[in-house]
């Protein structure tokens, strides 16, 4: 297909950002009724693609992930999160890893959370909830991963076992023990009361 | 059927919504895969790749977007995304060598070697930047060796500018009118003249083809 020079050099110049068309070009794009279509066969296998790749989006099952990506999304650094939670630093830091349980943090900080980060107390309980499975599980999972490091298998072999780990403790629903489950329905009811 | 909204798009996405999907295939595929096929004259098998990686891409970035300042900055977002595809495509080209053969000659033209010879400098200059070894500074490198372009637009007059860059990018005539002030038929006239005026001036920033320019400058005087 021919086209001119003149043309190919200045499209050149627009995609490498040396001109600008000053909006003129995206505008027109609305406008204009496509001259080409893609194929149907193309549609199909593109919005399987799009529905896998929305699927596969990272969706935060607990604190940690919660608060990893409204920092990245919003671009923001620990120390703007902290302060208006109402933790300390090293409180926050811990949070995000998932390396401290729900409840040793006050309801009053939790409703703030849910107020700050608009989350339905639902989505709040459901969040604490798998937080506190993963904490209190962790040093079993700890224990597992210290035996097969012990069987001189290879660093990648263990991450790859550290992450299904996680995510088996995540998405299973593991009963956590008459106690601890009671201590994890107190700070609900105390989040509960207090909106 | 109904005007699908790009927020509605954004919401579905966020959503997790399947209708999401193709709602956007509806609203934005078509019309990526035609500008790929008629402006920038990609092959139209790899046209409908590089739109599916852009609204791949799309799916994948959904959650970064934000509606700032209305409902046009999902359309302007995903033209971003698209022309840096368009972009990337067309380096790839470059750096293995662009085939000049498949240029059509101006329309009118009377001195077509000069502007093979000066499109042709400026694209070596190009593909110079884009083959040496990638670093921080390869943006403004590339950016730099196009800066003559932009440099020969500013000293043309503004309407003959905008024509120039609106026409190259496939804009319809009614709509540069609009922006110009200039009737069409006006400007399908002189747009072949406009073309020449500009090469004649981009080939003043290439000493090596002096002897050419300045036999076009005469001809243009």
């Given at each position: 297909m021919k086209r001119s020079a003149v043309d190919v050099l200045l499209q050149v110049a627009y995609l490498e950002r040396a001109i600008t068309a000053h909006g003129a070009y995206e505008g027109s794009v609305l406008r204009k009724k496509p001259r080409t279509l893609a194929s149907a066969a193309v549609q199909k296998v593109l919005e399987e693609r799009l529905a896998v790749a929305l699927e596969e989006q990272a969706v935060p099952v607990t604190v940690g992930s919660f608060l990893k990506l409204i920092r990245e999304e919003q671009k923001l650094r620990p120390q703007e999160l902290f302060s208006r939670m109402g933790v300390t630093q090293n409180v926050y830091r811990m949070l995000e890893y998932d390396r401290i349980s729900p409840l040793r943090i006050s309801a009053d900080v939790w409703r703030r959370f849910a107020q700050l980060f608009n989350v339905s107390s639902e989505n709040l309980v459901a969040l604490i909830q798998r937080t506190h499975r993963l904490v209190f599980f962790g040093p079993s999972l700890q224990i597992t991963l210290a035996r097969y490091d012990a069987r001189k298998n290879k660093a990648m072999k263990k991450e790859t076992m550290r992450q299904a780990g996680e995510e088996l403790f995540l998405r299973a629903n593991l009963s956590l023990p008459v106690q601890e489950q009671r201590k994890l329905d107190m700070l609900v009811k105390a989040i509960r009361d207090g909106d | 059927m109904a005007r699908i909204s790009n927020r509605q798009i954004v919401e579905e996405l966020k959503a997790g919504n399947r209708a999401g999907c193709a709602h956007l295939i509806q609203v934005y595929q078509n019309r990526l895969v035609s500008e790929a096929v008629n402006t920038f004259r990609i092959a139209i098998g790899e046209a409908e790749e590089l739109v599916s990686d852009v609204l791949l891409a799309i799916v994948n970035k959904i959650r970064r977007f934000e509606f700032r300042k209305g409902e046009n900055d999902f359309h302007i977002w995903v033209m971003t995304v698209f022309k840096n595809k368009v972009r990337d495509h067309v380096r790839h080209i470059a750096s293995t060598g662009l085939p000049m053969e498949s240029y059509d000659e101006m329309e009118g033209e009377t001195n077509q070697g000069l502007s093979r010879c000066v499109v042709s400098a400026v694209m070596s200059a190009y593909q110079d930047a884009l083959n040496r070894e990638r670093d921080e500074d390869t943006e403004s490198r590339v950016s730099g060796k196009l800066r003559a372009i932009a440099e020969t637009l500013e000293q043309m007059e503004t309407w003959e500018r905008v024509l120039l860059r609106c026409r190259a990018l496939d804009v319809p005539y009614e709509e540069i009118a609009g922006y110009t002030g200039k009737p069409v038929r006006q400007l399908k006239v002189y747009h072949a003249r406009v073309k020449q005026k500009f090469i004649a001036r981009l080939a003043?920033?290439?000493?090596?083809l002096s002897s050419s320019t300045t036999v076009m400058v005469a001809h243009e005087a």
């Open positions: - | 003043k920033q290439y000493p090596e």
